[in-house]
């Protein structure tokens, strides 16, 4: 759905999860609710309920409450919708549902990949719109799921199958001009190799290490790129705009020190260039605020949510980290990628808040647990260990 309509996920996964829950409830009836509040009241969901409650009460303090609700409306239905998935898709799927779902994600990398090929005539056959850019978002749903899914078909005894998966994705991906989906293909490689290969503790250590810099670095990321890249990486990077990313970077990241604790409020991005954080800023700076969003998950974070809201996400990040540890080795490296893969690309892509890319990695979230709950019995003691 995403390779032909690229802001389809939410649908999808809500529509997934209204079936998976109307199905619990006529299996189980009253019960389906206890089932699905239940993790919310371990450290991880705790966490998360207190991160999502300072997204509310930020509207005590939001110049702009409009524009709070409406993405809020967007982000919390789909947040919900992937958390039910989440949690009742993985014990429910039939046998039939593992083929399908990475034979449909095979066609659909063939179908990007041969789009790309041909210059996209096949949009212009179905009327759509005609843009490289327009399979950047199926792209990045496509590297959060490959892995899960190749880990489920390995776990199978299909291993010949995972690699086709892998590839025919890689492919898709390096073809085409999403360099936020390459980045995340290299850097979910890198961190699936470490997860697979090193002592599990060394592995946990590395991974709380990259999310440690990405939530400590994304206030001075623009400072920090502004001093230390070079003239010829500019120019290599035209296409991707790296100077004015670099200026917006910077531009958020000053608004993050004249209100630092507290943020100018969730939500705030499309008029950031409004908040009151702003109007100490240069022009020069404000203008450059003005695009929507900082082009960084973790920096768009500290602009609205401020350290207090930084520090619970971090909270969820690591305590959701810390339950992958106990996955079996082959789904532990596959949470690791994960992990890698979107940390790569929040830190240099889209809004932090945006109901396509909740909806995908609670798709990958699905998947990968769907892969715990169904692993064989006969999975070796090297393996889990």
Excluded: K
Excluded at 71 to 84: C, D, H, K, M, N
Excluded at 299 to 322: D, K, N, P, T, Y
Aim: aromatic letters at 8%; hydrophobic letters at 60%.
């Amino acid at each position: 759905m995403m390779a032909l309509a690229n802001r389809s996920s939410p649908l999808v996964v809500g529509i997934g999860a209204l079936l998976f829950l109307a199905g619990a409830v006529a299996e189980q009836g009253g019960r389906a609710v206890t089932l699905l509040i239940g993790p919310l009241r371990t450290p991880l969901g705790l966490a998360a309920l207190a991160f999502l409650g300072w997204c509310l009460a930020s509207l005590a303090w939001t110049p702009f409450p409009g524009l709070w609700g409406r993405v809020l409306s967007e982000f919390l239905p789909t947040l919900v919708a992937a958390a039910i998935l989440a949690r009742l898709a993985p014990v429910r799927l039939p046998p039939w549902a593992l083929p399908l779902g990475a034979g449909l994600l095979a066609a659909a990398c063939l179908y990007i990949a041969g789009s790309l090929a041909l210059d996209l005539a096949p949009q212009a056959w179905l009327g759509q719109r005609v843009a490289l850019f327009m399979f950047n978002r199926p792209l990045l749903t496509v590297l959060m799921l490959a892995g899960p899914l190749a880990a489920f078909l390995a776990l199978r005894g299909h291993r010949l199958a995972a690699g086709a998966l892998v590839t025919v994705a890689a492919l898709a991906i390096l073809r085409s001009i999403s360099g936020a989906a390459a980045l995340g293909l290299l850097a979910g490689g890198v961190m699936f190799a470490v997860g697979r290969f090193l002592p599990r503790r060394i592995a946990l250590a590395l991974a709380a290490l990259t999310l440690a810099l990405a939530f400590a670095l994304a206030p001075v990321e623009g400072d920090i790129l502004h001093r230390l890249m070079p003239e010829a990486a500019h120019e290599r990077l035209t296409q991707s705009s790296s100077r004015a990313r670099v200026a917006i970077a910077q531009s958020f990241g000053a608004a993050v020190a004249q209100a630092p604790w507290i943020g100018s409020g969730y939500g705030m991005g499309l008029r950031f260039a409004e908040v009151p954080a702003a109007a100490s800023l240069e022009p020069e700076m404000r203008a450059m605020l003005a695009v929507g969003h900082p082009h960084n998950s973790f920096l768009q974070i500290w602009s609205e949510l401020g350290f207090v809201g930084a520090g619970l996400a971090a909270l969820v990040a690591f305590l959701a980290l810390r339950a992958a540890s106990a996955l079996p080795r082959l789904l532990f490296a596959t949470a690791l990628g994960l992990l890698g893969a979107a940390v790569a690309v929040m830190f240099v892509e889209h809004g932090a808040w945006q109901g396509w890319w909740t909806a995908g990695c609670g798709a990958a979230i699905t998947w990968l647990r769907a892969a715990s709950c169904a692993r064989p019995p006969y999975e070796s003691a090297r393996e889990s260990a």
